[in-house]
Every structure is written in structure tokens, then in C-alpha cells.
């Protein structure tokens, strides 16, 4: 039998939630509603999930205040909320932390190579075959996962945590309390090249590279996903600005600077010298043409193409990216221009 990580009544006071039922039932996990089982905590967000109550299994459910349930709860609990998504973030993290595994003891692992020059705070750690490069730095309460590598001159900030497989290139930074999910790539070279000269077409394919010279630095409290990259800049700095949540699969080109608080959903690309101000969230594989910029609080929706500088504060969808309200309208005439062409066919292939 699952260990019980609290009672309904615990529950309802860490949330501060009116409790309806026993205040003594245990709960050693969530669910859905449809996949509940006894011991378990659902959430009843709406009058849909509401009519499911009645025949699920689940312990206790999280309601919020005003939305009425069928029945009594008939020796289940119902803990009554003010904001049921705020209650679930605190559940979560409280169910995450029960189940994450012991957090391993400070120092590099054996198996790790920590160049002399580099410096790991005591309360950090370093893991199984980690690499860290001259002059890098771990700051105090980071944790590197297995198999991450930190490059010369490269700083990992104060309680981040980069997740296995990692690859923090030289002279690049990440600040403080950020999580790098496995894979991540910071600081790889841009994607820049020129048509070389006549002279050299033989011997360089009839490309130059450009060498990238600049690094990338991550804001305070940044969460970047899987196997998403941004690549350092020519020159300056690549920049994350704090509080920015980067999804899976997403690239970020050279010399872009992302502001603070954007949401850049998976599989977006936003090219190099991009700007995005505070707050802007791309929806999932949104591109970005090189040397725009997005206005602060503007959101682009799903696979929509800007090639146009977004104003502040506006919604944009289509490719080529426009406003919402002008591509909704040419979307319709679209159609009502379609659906005169099928007329006009049909007439014409009736007999004559």
C-alpha cells in the first residue's frame, strides 16, 4: 500500500481551503478524475468534470468556491478553493519534492573531471562523469546532473540545477535558481556565414564561416527544455532575461536578447538579433525572422511566420504574421471566395 503523504485536513490547511468531509482521510497521490483511486486527490475545475463525481473513486477532490458538486461527498473530502490552478501548483510541488530522489552529497563525484582552476562551492555538486573546464565556477547549492559539461570561464549560478547531458560552453553563464532540462545546448557557435572570396572557393566549399566570439548569459530563474539551444553571439552577448520559461526543441539564434517573463512555447525558432521584450509569449513552432523585434507583452500564435516588427501588447497570427483580427477577416473572404468558385464550377458543368 502506497505511503500517505498528508491527510485531507493537512491538505486543507497548507492550501488554507474550506473543508467539506473527514479531515483525517490519507492521500498519497493525484489524478485524474476519470483514473482516481482511493487514496488519491482529483481537481474539479468545471460543471464537465463535476457530473464525473459522483462515480469517481478518488478520496478527496480540490473544487473551487461557488461550483456545485452532485451529491454529498458521502465519506470523501471536498477541500473549497479560491483559485483551483494555484492549489494544484502547490500540490504538485509539494508531491514533487516526496518524490524526487535524495539529493546526492555536495562535491564532484569520483568519477568527475574538475580542473584545478575551477571553483566549486562546498555545497555544490558535481556528478558522475561531469566535466568542468579552467576558471569555471559552481556556485553554492548548484547541482550538476550526470554528464554535464561546463566549459572554461563558465558559470553555473547560485542553486541551478542542469539536468543530465547538459553542455554549458566556455565563458557562458546561467544565473541564479535556473533549470536546464537534459540536453540543453548554451553557447554553441551561431549560424553565420558568408560567400567566400574566388580565392578561397576551392578550399572552403565557397562558404566562410564567421567566427562567434561572444557568449550567451541566462537570467535568474529560467527554466529552458529539453534539447533546445541558443547559440552564442558574433560579438556581445546572447541574453535570457529573467524569469523566462523556453519549452523543448526550441532554438535561440546568435545575438538574440529575450526579455523578462516571456514564454516561448516548443518548437520555435527565433533567429539571430531578435529582440523580444518583457512578456511576449510565442505559441508552440512560431518563427522569427532575423533583427525583428516583438513589443513587450505581445503574444504570436501557433506556427505563425513574423517577418514584421510586432508592436507592443498585440496578438499576431498567420504566416506572414498580422494582426488577429486582420488575418481572421482575410481567412473568411477566403473562404467566401472559395465557396463562390465551387459555385461557379458547378455551374459550368451543368448541361447546357
Known sequence: MATALFTTGELAQSLGA??????????????????????????????????????????????????????????????????????????????????????????????????????????????????????????????????????AGARVGRGSVLHPGVTLY???????????????????????????????????????????VGNVVVGDLVEIGANSCVDRAKFGSTTIGTATKIDNLVQIGHGARIGRACLICGGCGVAGSVVLEDGVTLAGQVGVKDGIRVGAGATILAQAGVVNDVPPGERWWGCPAMPLRRHVRMENALRKLAGMQRLSESADQRPQ
Open 18 to 151: 474550506r473543508l467539506e468531509g473527514p479531515a483525517d482521510l490519507p492521500l498519497h497521490g493525484v489524478a485524474t478524475i476519470e483514473s482516481a483511486e482511493p487514496g488519491t486527490l482529483t481537481f474539479v475545475r468545471s460543471r464537465d468534470f463535476a457530473r464525473g463525481w459522483a462515480s469517481c473513486r478518488a478520496s478527496a477532490a480540490i473544487v473551487p468556491e461557488g461550483l456545485e458538486l452532485p451529491g454529498a461527498p458521502e465519506g470523501r473530502a471536498v477541500l473549497r478553493v479560491r483559485n483551483a490552478d494555484h492549489a494544484l501548483i502547490v500540490v504538485l510541488d509539494r508531491l514533487s519534492r516526496a518524490l524526487q530522489a535524495p539529493r546526492p552529497a555536495p562535491g564532484p563525484h569520483p568519477s568527475a573531471v574538475v580542473d584545478p582552476s575551477a571553483i566549486v562551492a562546498p555545497g555544490a555538486v558535481v556528478g558522475p562523469l561531469c566535466t568542468v573546464g579552467a576558471g569555471a565556477r559552481i556556485e553554492e547549492g548548484a547541482w550538476l546532473h550526470a554528464r554535464v559539461h561546463v566549459g
Open 170 to 212: 566556455d565563458r557562458c553563464e546561467v544565473g541564479t535558481a535556473c533549470i536546464l532540462h537534459a540536453g540543453v545546448v548554451i553557447g554553441a557557435d551561431g549560424f553565420g556565414y558568408v560567400p567566400a572570396p574566388p580565392e578561397l572557393a576551392a578550399s572552403t566549399g565557397g562558404v566562410l564561416k564567421i567566427p562567434h
